[in-house]
């Protein structure tokens, strides 16, 4: 997360001192949450940019300040309650900044949200972005509406070779813990034929691996015309020249087809890694949940992946604390992660959110402590099961497509996931390099170019 720096000699610079002609406005964009929240912060600024706006590198040197929200869970939501804290301090000061607020955060009761915060100008919903652009026409700057396409999904400040598509908003789920559904609203799919295009573009753009987003890729398509579904469209985006890596999160075990299994398999472009959150290892916890399937449907759906794509590498999400866990069940949860053995598991401590249906229902009856400590068992199982799998790539060579660099080395990933770190004075960014690895930890790989 960008540091927030409120003390600054830097004074933010005023457009509203222009006279008549539109002068470009620096814009910084604060995100946390998902790769969906990253995916719609890239194409605000590549919208932004490409009407001659500029980022700044920070909330101190902007005039207009965008933050992208998430409440998926109670720590998220404080921190962005806080940094609105923050703002409201910088805009006493430079009461010309413009304060911006999308994400989760913004649900249907604007009205409460404008009373809480007074000082923030506009809100609009996640990936609604008719609002920004109708207060950009306001501006008198000449609009695009590629936006509401999607085709400013660019590479904005890091020119990485990897972008984030948004393939379909929403969730029409309801899992009982979760806020997403009451804030994203209900699943529409994008065009395929847009999708293609606008990959297309990106390919002209330098990228070279596109990850498609959605909270459920397998409800991909049910809405549209004639129901082209996510298979269809790992097909179509296939045939396009250049574009070397397709990836796609995240999948639902309820929804997942031995059909987009095939495919996966059948196709060299799609990467061999998939996201695919199990939540809880209790059958009694996967009903409250309200999950739509068993422990035992999950293990018969990673048995089929495994036999179909043996290198697949899996990443899983878990919550521990549910309402009502107990011991034992938790111990199910760790059994399940022993046996599987997933490459990456997200935990999180269960939080209720106001709204959902475990937030009515049941009580969080899990004290803080007993979630922290199951919190870290997990993390320290899975610690040492991923050390183990990544021991296995030890003197082996791996291919990596190389997304930019940090603190001298350059980094990327594997088709499996795997950050992969190495030092090389060539420049390599964009390009796929050999990688010899000589060292690994459950995070990340260290290797050595092979010319
Ligand atoms: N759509 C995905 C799925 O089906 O699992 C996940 C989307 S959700 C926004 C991202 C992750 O946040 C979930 O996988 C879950 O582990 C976590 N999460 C969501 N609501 C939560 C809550 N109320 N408390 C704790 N973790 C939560
Ligand atoms: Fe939330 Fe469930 Fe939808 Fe995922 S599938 S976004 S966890 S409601």
Redesign the pocket.
């Known amino acids: 997360m960008p540091k927030i720096e409120l003390e600054t000699k830097i004074k933010p610079y005023n457009r509203y001192s222009r006279e008549g002609k539109s002068i470009m406005l620096r814009y910084f964009i604060w995100t946390i949450g998902?790769q969906m929240n990253k995916a719609e912060s890239q194409q605000i600024a590549g919208y932004l940019d490409s009407l001659g706006h500029q980022a700044a590198t920070s909330f101190s040197n902007a005039d207009l300040v965008i933050l992208n929200t998430c409440v998926?869970?109670q720590s998220a939501e404080n921190k962005v309650i806080g940094t609105l804290g923050l703002l409201k301090g910088l805009k006493n000061k430079y009461p010309h900044l413009q304060i911006f607020v999308t994400g989760c955060l913004v649900d249907s009761d604007t009205q409460e949200l404008k009373r809480r915060f007074p000082h923030v100008d506009l809100l609009f919903k996640p990936g609604d972005f008719q609002e920004l652009i109708a207060w950009e026409q306001k501006q008198g700057i000449s609009i695009e509406q590629k936006l509401l396409r999607g085709v400013y999904n660019n590479t904005h400040g890091a020119p990485s070779p990897c972008a984030y598509i948004p393939i379909i908003q929403g969730?029409d789920?309801f899992?009982s813990?979760?806020?997403?559904p009451y804030r994203r609203g209900r699943e529409v799919s994008r065009p395929l034929g847009e999708i293609v295009c606008e990959v297309e573009e990106l390919i002209e753009q330098g990228i070279r691996e596109v990850t498609l987003l959605g909270?459920?890729v397998d409800s991909y398509g049910h809405d549209l015309p004639g129901h082209p579904d996510l298979a269809d469209l790992l097909n179509e985006l296939s045939n396009i020249d250049g574009l070397a890596r397709i990836r796609f999160l995240?999948n639902?075990p309820k929804d997942m087809s031995l059909k987009l299994i095939d495919t996966i398999a059948s196709l060299d472009k799609v990467c061999e890694h998939l996201e695919l959150?199990v939540?809880a290892g209790d059958d009694g916890i996967l009903k409250a949940m309200r999950r739509g399937y068993t422990v035992e449907r999950y293990r018969e759906l990673v048995h089929a992946i495994r036999r179909k794509i043996p290198q697949i590498s899996l990443s899983t999400?878990?919550?521990v604390g549910f309402p009502g866990e107990t011991e034992e069940q938790f111990e199910h949860s760790l059994s399940v992660l022993r046996e599987i053995r997933f490459d990456v598991v997200?935990v999180?401590?269960?939080?209720?959110?106001p709204r959902?249906i475990?937030w009515r229902e049941y009580q969080d009856d899990i004290p803080s402590d007993v979630k922290k400590e199951r919190l870290h068992k997990i993390e320290g199982l899975q610690a040492a099961v991923a050390s183990e799998i990544n021991s296995q790539l030890q003197g082996r060579q791996v291919e990596v497509l190389v997304e930019g660099k940090k603190k001298g080395k350059w980094f990327g990933r594997t088709r499996s996931n795997k950050l992969v770190f190495f030092e090389d004075a060539g420049n390599w960014l964009g390009q796929s390099a050999r990688i010899q690895i000589e060292k690994t930890s459950p995070w990340s790989l260290r290797g050595e170019v092979k010319k």
Do not use: L, M
């Not at 813990?177 to 997403?180: H, L």
């Not at 999180?348 to 959110?353: F, I, K, L, T, V």
């Open positions: 998902c998926v869970r969730c789920n899992c813990y979760c806020i997403v909270q459920n995240t639902h959150p939540q999400d878990i919550i997200h999180a401590a269960y939080s209720p959110r959902t475990a």
